[in-house]
């Protein structure tokens, strides 16, 4: 069975083609510039490849040209759509509306698009991917798989924030927590390299990347994370500040005359790494500038690491206890000079790292010594997996 994997953003549409037999990439790629010009870059397992500009006005040409690639031409890997069971969509905020993985009708897709409030960057991209899917492959099952859903068991005491409780009722502000599908897929693959079942184990779940969470599973569910109402919460990041006094924002709008949009701006992609480094919001340049004795540079990876390390003291308290701490996304997977100095001085947790097993690159491993208390762990995430093994078990499930 063969399932194509969608995650569309408000100008890009990146896919893989997912052979369920074998759960193997059987090819992958993007369509991006949407709505300013158009390129596609497609590629197979066999190595052959497509790199061309395109008109894309809106997703419904990237979608066509993207049907193109996979079925026509050198790097073709299919002869027609028709050899495609599903198709699963990544969507970014399901809210309190999707708490789980859901099968597409168009009330979904307008739901979705109402939604779009939420999270204005990408739900709209969302909802003219599914369209345009539904458009050229009428009837082929499409499903969603929402980053938001596995944090929809959070309790009220976590999820909520101190503001009036209208404001929760109106305008459903709360904490809704985002890379759910990959907290999902890296705790359930721990539980099973650890051999115990998920419903045993307290384990805090660091997702470093470009964007970063940090969730609590107990038991198998997020009991809280750090990406709040918007993926702005939390941890220092690339460009995002993540969590500063409120009263601090109306401050610097204040002094720099800026209105709401353009503080959202400051906040999202001038700031974190990039804001407080005056570098680079990428974590290898980062770490190359701190290495070279670069004050800011250092003080940026120190403050990243000091969020990391109390958000795991803090969900160990929240879980009362912890069997396990895993390292996932582009950060979590490939530095391993964050990791070590999160689980630095963090015996009286039982945390210790084997510094030699630990100095490795992107792959799944176990970096903890024998007699650590907790188990920490490297696991690379795979959230277009999960995405397809939700679409399979639906369309079975129909
Ligand atoms: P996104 O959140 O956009 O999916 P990724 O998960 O790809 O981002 O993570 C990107 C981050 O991972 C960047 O800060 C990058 O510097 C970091 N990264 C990637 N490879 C390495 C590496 N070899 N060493 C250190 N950091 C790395």
Request: negative net charge.
């Given at each position: 069975m063969i399932i194509l994997v969608v995650n569309a953003g408000s100008s890009s549409l990146k896919y893989q083609l997912i052979?369920?037999?074998?759960?193997?990439?059987?090819a992958k790629g993007n369509c991006d510039r949407i709505g300013i010009d158009g390129h596609i870059s497609h590629k197979t397992s066999s190595g052959k490849k497509v790199e061309e500009d395109c008109n894309f006005p809106t997703h419904a040409e990237a979608f066509t040209r993207l049907v193109e690639a996979l079925t026509t031409g050198?790097?073709?890997?299919?002869?027609?759509?028709?050899?495609?069971?599903a198709v699963g969509h990544r969507v970014v905020q399901g809210a309190e509306t999707f708490k789980e993985t859901t099968l597409v009708t168009d009330e979904v897709i307008d739901k979705i698009e109402e939604l779009r409030e939420l999270a204005p960057v990408h739900n709209h991209g969302h909802a003219l991917a599914l369209w345009a899917c539904k458009k050229i492959m009428p009837n082929t099952p499409q499903v969603t798989v929402f980053d938001t859903a596995f944090h929809q068991t959070i309790p009220a005491k976590a999820y909520?924030?101190?503001?009036?409780?209208e404001d929760y009722e109106t305008?459903?502000?709360r904490k809704y927590g985002f890379h759910g599908t990959s907290h999902r897929f890296v705790t359930s693959k721990l539980a099973e390299v650890m051999g115990?079942?998920?419903?045993d184990l307290k384990i805090v779940s660091c997702h470093l990347g470009n964007g970063s969470s940090i969730t609590a599973v107990k038991g198998g569910q997020?009991?809280?994370?750090?990406?709040?109402?918007?993926?702005?919460?939390?941890v220092l990041m690339g460009t995002r500040c993540g969590a500063?006094?409120?009263s601090a924002v109306t401050y610097v709008a204040g002094k720099h005359g800026f209105n709401a949009s353009e503080m959202d701006s400051y906040m999202n992609k001038k700031s974190g790494l990039l804001g407080v480094?005056?570098?680079?919001?990428?974590f290898r340049d980062i770490t190359a500038a701190s290495e070279a004795g670069d004050y800011r540079a250092n003080l940026a990876k120190d403050i990243l690491v000091y969020d990391i390390k109390k958000d795991i003291g803090a969900y160990a308290a929240a879980m009362n206890g912890l069997d396990a701490i895993i390292f996932t996304g582009g950060i979590g997977e490939n530095a391993p000079n964050c990791r070590e100095e999160v689980c630095k001085d963090m015996e009286y947790l039982g945390i210790k790292i084997d510094e030699e097993a630990n100095n490795f690159k992107g792959e799944l491993r176990k970096i903890s010594?024998?007699?650590?208390?907790v188990e920490v762990w490297v696991i690379p995430t795979n959230e277009e997996l999960l995405i397809a093994r939700d679409t399979l078990a639906m369309v079975n499930k129909k």
């Open positions: 052979d369920m037999k074998d759960e193997t990439v059987i050198e790097a073709a890997v299919i002869s027609s759509m028709d050899e495609i069971s909520m924030y101190g503001l009036p409780y305008y459903h502000v115990k079942n998920i419903e997020s009991v809280d994370t750090t990406m709040g109402f918007t993926p702005l919460d939390g500063i006094d409120p480094s005056g570098k680079s919001s990428d010594t024998p007699d650590s208390k």
